[in-house]
T-cell receptor
Framework: EDQVTQSPEALRLQEGESSSLNCSYT??????LFWYRQDPGKGPEFLFT???AGEEKEKERLKATLTKKESFLHITAPKPEDSATYLC???????????FGQGTTLQVKP | DAGITQSPRHKVTETGTPVTLRCHQT?????MYWYRQDPGHGLRLIHY???????DKGEVSDGYSVSRSKTEDFLLTLESATSSQTSVYFC???????????FGQGTRLTVV
């Protein structure tokens, strides 16, 4: 069964304290892995797509990496405005459907 | 925002009544999706469409139907709403089935 597990469920950081969020997945053929950011009361906002192991993408303080079993979202020197829920999703080759993890809620304190 | 409008944004309805949610896009994307988001379950796919009049079921399709008569509109209908369908519903669009999806702002539906 295709599955996505994100950890931790919640993360509290001080401003400037770097950390990583984890997305572990099992899927019968990975077509793509997606990271989204979601603010309260809003729809998910697309961040990155990763297609193959070893691939990396960066955007401001965020960097996403991919292995054959998991992806990491590294947050370098976070700011309070980085506080949000971060969602990971995988797309399976056989079904083409997006399967989401339950997200990691990040709080960055000034 | 990626040119996606969901309506209504909030709705309270009674058990047993029919409800239709609308998703309108201005991007001319081929793929459109309906998800629901619930605490403890994350985002779950209800139905999706890969073209006009072409739709398929997702993982939680029971109790829902969809229609797509125009590229820009994707309708989600709850034929007879139940309390278990209280949720936040998101529409999403993508250019192809293999590319990233862009989400609307959501519709908060409460069934009492």
């Amino acid at each position: 069964e295709d599955q996505v597990t994100q950890s931790p469920e919640a993360l509290r950081l001080q401003e400037g304290e770097s950390s990583s969020l984890n997305c572990s997945y099992t899927v019968s053929g990975l077509r793509g892995l997606f990271w989204y950011r979601q603010d309260p009361g809003k729809g998910p906002e697309f961040l990155f797509t990763l297609y193959s192991a070893g691939e990396e993408k960066e955007k401001e303080r965020l960097k996403a990496t991919l292995t054959k079993k998991e992806s990491f979202l590294h947050i370098t020197a976070p700011k309070p405005e980085d506080s949000a829920t971060y969602l990971c999703a995988v797309q399976a080759s056989n079904t083409g459907k997006l399967i989401f993890g339950q997200g990691t809620t990040l709080q960055v304190k000034p | 925002d990626a040119g996606i409008t969901q309506s209504p944004r909030h709705k309270v309805t009674e058990t047993g009544t029919p409800v239709t949610l609308r998703c309108h896009q201005t991007e001319n994307h081929r793929y459109m999706y309906w998800y629901r988001q619930d605490p403890g379950h994350g985002l779950r796919l209800i139905h999706y469409s890969y073209g006009v009049k072409d739709t398929d079921k997702g993982e939680v399709s029971d109790g829902y139907s969809v229609s797509r008569s125009k590229t820009e509109d994707f309708l989600l209908t709850l034929e007879s709403a139940t309390s278990s369908q209280t949720s936040v519903y998101f529409c999403a669009i993508s250019i192809q089935g293999t590319t990233e999806a862009f989400f609307g702002q959501g519709t908060r539906l409460t069934v009492v």
